[in-house]
């Protein structure tokens, strides 16, 4: 019986953003048409929505294009919010001929390549419309012109005005004004500056904008979607009838993201209401206007893995959607003392207070840490807590799924740096191998303060101690000639680290403690005692490995203890 209701289950909308498809497969919705009342009733020319990525824009882009297109399915909306405000239904819907483009497939390593696929955009756009050669409206010079727009030789300048030429031809057709939306507007941008044609790129973008949202008399309404708001003086120059609503936006706040009970709702629907405190803590916390809103993309996804297993445990989802690279940089930059505090403030779930710009350009986001500061509140790395006080802003890391990002580029960043460091942490092996405590509590202290460290007061005692055991890992990495492994099952339970050197008479067992309590000697004496109760050296002495030390290093934020076991009689 339970297995035929989960059969009725709607499916899960993962990687779906066609709006007409996820209404008609029998999708689950959590229904966003309200904004296209609220975009009616607060009437802008051209309006560009920023949001970071994998928050519904290409999904309520689609749902905007259905709803006002000339022809569709409009039973699409049956039973939605919208379909309750028969006015507007009657006023506006599939009354208006659609452009819809998204520009988010625009990336290539070069200039030539990203053009032709901007082409490609252009070219499919235009193919929809493949009547208009037949339209008795337009003479044989529109036709013409509306052939050019099928090319796949068209040069510049007919790219560039492209989409209001195209606008033009259908009011002609249609008589009436046309809706044009844009989705990711940005990303060629994004992807020309990682690749070093940018001012190429902006020219081109500046151009196709420009004259269909300017100089277009046929334009009736443009949606712009993107993750970042690119300067007027960039791109929009003289665009006065441009409405920009960003995260810091009141108005239409709830649109993009799920909220709060929309989740809880989903999993109730799914039979998954007691896994709601897992995923709010994983992927809950940002803050768009006046509400707190959940990344989507990875609520489904969480979800569809509690359907394979009842006991699946949260996961990172977002981190492989993109190359993270706001947050590499930020921590590549964080070299100044003050700059690495803050860091480790926001990794122990603290708030930082910045100045924000929300308008920049590609070619300044890295130019300034500051400018990084606003990259990564704009990106969805930060978000923002209480209220803004001018352009000042009180920053937190929203999610423990954003924390793990920070914290594995952090790892990442650290190892990629080990090598620069050779000599102490050489001295420091050294030191480990021939029992001298000193220096291994005095060099491990000196590179722990100038390492960023990790830690969060609301996180268990043993995920505290991760970092410690990644950063000796780390350290140890450098004897590369060195047995190094981690949490080996060893007699009757799992060492922590065992090193075996090349000298091959010799095992290191280290056990890594927190001191939550800044106890450093009481824990450096329970990870001995540890050792000891599970006597992880029997595998050792079973191998023939007589010269056996055991460590214990206990962590105090930037403060360690080190003690050695004394040996046994029959380990000497």
Same mark, same amino acid.
């Given at each position: 019986m339970w297995k035929e209701i989960e059969m009725r289950k709607k499916k899960l909308p993962i990687g779906i953003e066609n709006f007409e498809q996820l209404r008609k497969e029998d999708f689950y919705y959590i229904d966003k048409t309200g904004f296209i009342a609220d975009l009616l009733h607060n009437w802008g020319a051209v309006n560009l929505f920023t949001r970071p990525r994998r928050f519904g824009k290409t999904l309520n882009m689609s749902m905007l294009e259905h709803f006002f297109g000339v022809d569709g399915d409009k039973s699409i909306f049956d039973g939605l919010e919208i379909s309750k405000k028969t006015e507007l239904i009657e006023e506006y819907m599939g009354k208006y001929p659609v452009i819809s483009v998204s520009l988010k497939g625009i990336d290539a390593r070069s200039y030539e390549l990203a053009y032709q696929m901007a082409v490609q955009v252009i070219i499919e756009a235009a193919a929809k419309f493949y009547f208009l050669l037949d339209s008795e409206k337009l003479n044989e010079h529109d036709k013409t012109a509306y052939k050019d727009l099928l090319d796949k030789d068209m040069n510049e300048g007919t790219l560039g005005s492209s989409l209001r030429k195209l606008s033009g031809m259908l009011e002609k057709h249609y008589g009436i004004k046309v809706i044009v939306l844009i989705d990711e507007y940005d990303v060629p941008l994004?992807? +020309?500056?990682?690749?070093g044609y940018y001012d190429q790129m902006i020219s081109l973008i500046r151009s196709l904008l420009g004259e269909v949202l300017k100089t277009n008399n046929s334009l009736k309404l443009a949606v712009l979607t993107g993750c970042l708001r690119i300067s007027k003086e960039s791109i929009f120059t003289g665009l006065n %009838? &441009? =409405?920009?609503?960003?995260?810091?936006?009141?108005?239409?706040? =709830?649109?993009f993201g799920f909220t709060d009970a929309e989740v809880r709702s989903l999993l109730e629907y799914y039979g998954y209401p007691d896994c709601y405190d897992?995923? =709010? =803590?994983?992927?809950?916390?940002?803050? $768009?206007?006046?509400?707190?809103?959940?990344?989507?993309?990875?609520? &489904?996804?969480?979800c569809d893995s509690l359907l394979d297993?009842?006991? +699946?445990?949260?996961? %990172?989802?977002?981190?492989?959607? !993109?190359s993270n690279d706001a947050v590499k940089r930020f921590i590549e930059e964080s070299a100044d003392a003050a700059t690495k505090r803050e860091l480790e403030c926001l990794v122990a779930g603290e +708030?930082?207070?910045k100045e924000i710009h929300q308008e920049l350009t590609y070619a300044e986001i890295y130019q300034t840490i500051d400018?990084?500061?606003?990259? &990564? $509140?704009?990106t969805g790395y930060l978000t923002q807590r209480g209220r803004a006080e001018g352009r000042q802003m009180k920053l937190v890391i929203p999610n423990l799924e954003i924390r793990d990002i920070f914290v594995t580029q952090i790892m990442e960043f650290f190892k990629e740096n080990v090598k620069k460091d050779g000599d102490m942490l050489n001295r420091f092996c050294d030191a480990l191998q021939n029992e001298d405590v000193e220096n291994v509590e005095k060099i491990f202290t000196e590179y722990l303060r100038k390492t960023i460290s990790i830690r969060d007061t609301a996180v268990r005692t043993e995920m505290k101690e991760n970092f410690y055991h990644g950063v000796l890992l780390g350290i140890l990495g450098v004897?590369?000639?060195?047995?190094?492994? !981690?949490?080996?099952?060893?007699?009757?339970?799992?060492?922590?680290? &065992?090193?075996?050197?090349?000298?091959?008479?010799?095992?290191?067992?280290?056990e890594v403690k927190y001191a939550h309590d800044g106890d450093l000697e009481g824990a450096c004496k329970e990870a001995l005692k540890q050792i000891e109760y599970t006597k992880y050296e029997d595998d050792l002495e079973d191998d023939g490995v007589e010269n056996i030390l055991k460590y214990g290093i206990a962590c105090y934020k930037k403060r360690c203890r080190v003690m050695l076991a004394e040996k046994q009689k029959g380990n000497l």
């Open positions: 994004a992807k +020309a500056h990682a690749n %009838n &441009l =409405k920009v609503r960003s995260v810091t936006d009141v108005r239409f706040d =709830k649109y897992a995923a =709010k =803590k994983w992927y809950d916390g940002y803050h $768009f206007g006046n509400v707190d809103v959940y990344c989507p993309w990875d609520v &489904l996804n969480y297993d009842k006991d +699946a445990q949260p996961e %990172n989802y977002w981190i492989n959607t !993109s +708030a930082i207070t400018n990084i500061w606003s990259l &990564l $509140f704009t004897k590369t000639r060195w047995g190094i492994s !981690s949490n080996r099952e060893m007699g009757e339970g799992y060492a922590d680290i &065992l090193a075996e050197p090349d000298t091959g008479d010799m095992g290191i067992i280290i």
